[in-house]
């Protein structure tokens, strides 16, 4: 991927419009593609793709390989006779606005599980070839992420570290006599994970084929309660029964007295070292399989993380630790032809993750919202961008441009902001995206909340709020021919068109 003059948005599919209660792979995402395409945009930023859990975040994943099975579209499945009308007959009435998780989640499983009864009853068809093929291609991560969801789903949906000792330890006997009794489970595991990506992948395609590159996230930390620490505890800060002796964090600052304590557990990349680090190259090679460039989440990490000791109850008491640095950046470069990471580099940076960060060329975030708090030497202003760089109005963890101005900045910020802008701040979501996509910045990318000009009710992410997060949904309407002209002109006015079309804009 190149980083060429472009714009583009934030949406997670979840975030879609449709029937079923969450946002899939369906019709509307293929409507939503077309808008971007139409609207002069080339790039679709999404968030990490993987099975949620507790919380619901896509940032604490049950795989960092899998796919969330929830954004499988019921109408794909009835298109190809995977399911019926009369399977949908029974949908819940879901709110539009917002994702009822709770409903949604046992409406999908529901659905999905009446269709691998009905493709387990075809027995053989040109179906069941592709599922094969997709097993064998996949089954370095699908084979123990098949058998983790079936153990867990067992036992009631407890933390693995809660599990009958032999299982927790993986005792081969055990496990063999588990995949025995229970290979219909395991196989249900394994079919979800085949319409996910089968649905994913011609999404991808499509956008593509309409000139969208998707962007999209890789956590540098995964979640504890996942395949991944399960299959591989060689690989983490663990203890001999399989608990976390040292969790990721963040130490106190002037917005956090205790810090953040996010509570993953830490690698030993020196056993990741030692392997060439084989795991990370084969996440990050699946991950580029499906999405065509990654957001690197949290990487000051790479170059120092806070270690902080389990059990603490804040992030208070911990110590910076050494990360894998320019060694793992330099071997994830062999393997691959080019690097088409963006580096996520907010918060406290110090002059060793900006050195890193240079060394491989790697463009870092700029959000505008941030640029206000201080003087014009702000790097976070446009004109202090370089123009290697990704700026953003605001991501999913801000709070929406509106909200920002109304609510979580202080009068001083808005003064600034107001003079800065030469705006009065009446229409100040598109006055942020104006200032960003007028910037030198090879990538400008904004929300879809503040395309939309939305408050803080709609909100996709509060970080440290345990609860509420990632269920804001596009209004079905939302996507106007009024609203397309407005945004190509954007894209138009400040060269951000894949193309530089001949005369004016489009009218």
Partial sequence: MKFERSGGVILHPSSLPGPDGIGD????????????????????QILPLGPTGYGDSPYQCFSAFAGNPYLISPTVLLDEELLTEEDLSKRPEFPPDRVDYGPVIEWKISLLDRAFKRFKRAKASPLHDEFNRFQKENESWLADFSLFMAIKELHG??????????????????????????????????YRQFLFFRQWDRVHKFALERGIQIVGD????????????????ELFYLDSSGLPTFVAGVPPDYFS??????????YRWEVHAKSGYAWWI????????????????????????WEVPAGMPTAEIG????????????????????????AEDL???????????????LPGMKILQFGFSTDPDDPFLPHNYPERCVAYTGTHDNDTSVGWYNHSSTESERDFCRRYLARSGEDIAWDLIRGVWSSVACWA????????????????NFPGKPSGNWSWRMPADALSDTLQRRLYEMNYLYSRLPEMPVGRSQS
Avoid at 28 to 35: G, S, T
Wanted: proline share 8%.
């Fill in 25 to 44: 792979l369906g019709p509307e995402a293929y409507r939503w593609i077309n808008f971007l395409a139409r609207s002069g945009f080339t790039l679709w």
């Fill in 157 to 190: 949906g407890v933390s693995w570290d809660s599990w009958p000792e032999p299982l927790r330890q993986r005792d081969p006997d055990t496990l063999q006599k588990f995949k025995i009794e229970n290979e219909e489970n395991l196989q249900r595991h394994s």
């Fill in 218 to 233: 890789v956590p540098i930390f995964v979640a504890y309660d996942s395949a991944e620490v399960w299959a591989h505890p």
């Fill in 257 to 266: 007295p205790t810090g953040q304590l996010w509570g993953n557990p830490l």
């Fill in 282 to 305: 084969e996440r990050l090679q699946a991950s580029l399989r499906s999405i065509d460039a990654i957001r690197l989440d949290h990487f000051r990490g790479f170059a120092g993380y």
């Fill in 319 to 342: 110590r910076w630790a050494p990360g894998p640095a320019a060694d793992f950046f330099r071997t994830v470069q062999k393997a691959f032809l080019s690097l088409p990471i963006i």
């Fill in 347 to 361: 918060g406290e940076i110090t002059p060793d993750v900006v050195t890193l960060r240079e060394e491989f060329s």
């Fill in 445 to 460: 990318v904004t929300t879809m909340q503040d395309v939309l000009g939305l408050g803080t009710e709609a909100r996709m």
